[in-house]
């Protein structure tokens, strides 16, 4: 049987009902059947009976949540501080391009890019790429302001165009989104010259998020690329090492898949896209 839930406190509660009634080591005793894990404590489990072919060292390091976040901000002062100058889209000039006041949105929106990123098993160059193109379905599928229907059509337009989420402005959905230039639009369609101003600020808002996924995209590469020079994984990378260790490996994947004869999942309408590939 393999159970898995999101906590180590669900997990543990778990573990002492069931040695409750089986009786001391049914999880725990070498050769125990029953796995109980957290998603994370099951793929540290196999990657660490599999280190090898996962190619990772056998004293690969885990950073805990903490340990990531300070990374990250680590990433950022040296983003501000010109050290990352010779990745165009990390240049302070890049920063400018924003406009942003709250140097701490620029953090914000690394940290959210890679977590999103992470959680539907994307590389860098992926995430740029599905990121850029969610961009242009989103402002494509905006009517032209100088003949555009009325304010209703706009909004049902983006809602039945655009993608249910929308990783800009820091994880804001579509309909978010649809709902300011609702209320722009509502503000404008009577006058054209107004309207034309609309439209120039749509764009500079479109260019914006442009730089904004590829400076994010650039940040999460770094940060990556750090990681693996030095051996080290973060909570999302062990489940994508894991996921690409068991779809690669028909050796590794047989053996668990005839391992279980039962697969239990807590809270399972929770768990992200690369969850359900590992499931």
């Known amino acids: 049987i393999l159970t898995v839930t999101f906590t180590e406190k669900a997990a543990a509660e778990m573990r002492q009902r069931i040695e409750a009634g089986l009786g001391p080591g049914a999880v725990t005793a070498p050769g125990a059947s029953l796995y109980i894990h957290t998603f994370h404590g099951l793929c540290a489990r196999i990657l660490r009976d599999h280190c090898y072919e996962a190619g990772l060292p056998p004293d690969h390091g885990v950073l805990d949540e903490l340990q990531s976040n300070e990374r990250r901000e680590r990433l950022l002062h040296r983003l501000l501080g010109g050290e990352l100058q010779s990745v165009d889209e990390l ?4 920063l400018l391009d924003l406009g942003l006041r709250n140097l701490n949105a620029i953090g914000d929106a690394i940290g959210s890019a890679v977590a999103k990123a992470k959680s539907h ?6 995430f740029r790429t599905r990121m850029l193109d969610s961009c242009q379905s989103f402002w494509s599928a905006l009517p032209a302001p100088d003949a555009a229907p009325a304010p209703e059509d706009v909004f049902d337009a983006i809602r039945e165009s655009l993608p249910s989420k929308w990783l800009g402005d820091a994880g804001r959905s579509a309909e978010d989104k649809g709902n300011d230039i609702r209320k722009a639009y509502y503000g404008t369609v009577k006058s054209a010259t107004v309207t034309e101003g609309l439209a120039e600020r749509w764009g500079r808002q479109a260019e914006s998020e442009r730089i904004a996924i590829r400076l994010c995209a650039a940040a999460y590469e770094v940060y990556q690329d750090e990681l693996e020079a030095q051996g080290l994984l973060d909570f999302d990378d062990q489940i994508l090492r894991t996921v690409r260790l068991l779809s690669g ?3 590794v994947r047989r053996e668990y898949q005839t391992r279980f004869e039962y697969v239990l999942v807590d809270e399972f309408q929770d768990t992200s896209p690369v969850q359900m590939e590992l499931i």
């Open 91 to 94: 240049s302070l000039e890049r």
């Open 121 to 126: 098993g994307w590389s860098p160059e992926e």
């Open 249 to 251: 490996s028909e050796e």
